[in-house]
């Protein structure tokens, strides 16, 4: 059994990941997105207005894929659970975001948020496994 360390161990010197998040319809919005690994745990941030936490309030299913900081792949995508943090779990997910982006996530982006008035959400990542092509299933 692969532990959730060692799936997470791909992601953890990743800048970015292509993460796929769902349409009500189903149809996959692909976002590139900063990502932060501590041990078993992995972590992203993004705000309540963006679309991607609209389909994330619809659908905690996703999948993310190591990709190039404009969110072209360039590794295999894994299925993942998206859960919503609040009070210690979601400053633990700031500070782990912060130590690996120190002036992007660090100041650039929580002061752009401050700024625009926009809540600020985190979430943790639960990979399932690696996704099945569309044409295998």
């Known amino acids: 059994m692969t532990s959730a360390a060692e799936m997470l161990e791909p992601f953890a010197q990743q800048r970015a990941v292509l993460l796929t ?42 999948e993310i894929a190591p990709s190039t900081l404009r969110g072209k792949p360039i590794g ?12 210690e779990e979601a400053k633990i997910a700031a500070r782990a975001l912060a130590h690996k982006y120190r002036i992007l996530q660090g100041i650039l982006v929580p002061l752009s948020h401050r700024l625009a008035r926009y809540k600020t959400l985190h979430y943790e990542v639960t990979l399932m496994g690696p996704s099945v092509p569309a044409g295998a299933r």
Not at 37 to 44: E, F, L, S
Not at 76 to 87: E, H, S, T
Request: hydrophobic content about 35%.
């Open 21 to 62: 998040t769902y349409r009500r319809d189903g149809t996959p919005v692909g976002t590139a997105v900063n990502i932060a690994v501590d041990g078993d745990h992995a972590y992203i941030r993004t705000y309540d207005r963006a679309g991607k936490a609209k389909r994330l309030r619809n659908n905690p299913s996703v």
């Open 76 to 87: 295999p995508a894994i299925q993942a659970q998206m859960r919503l943090l609040d009070g």
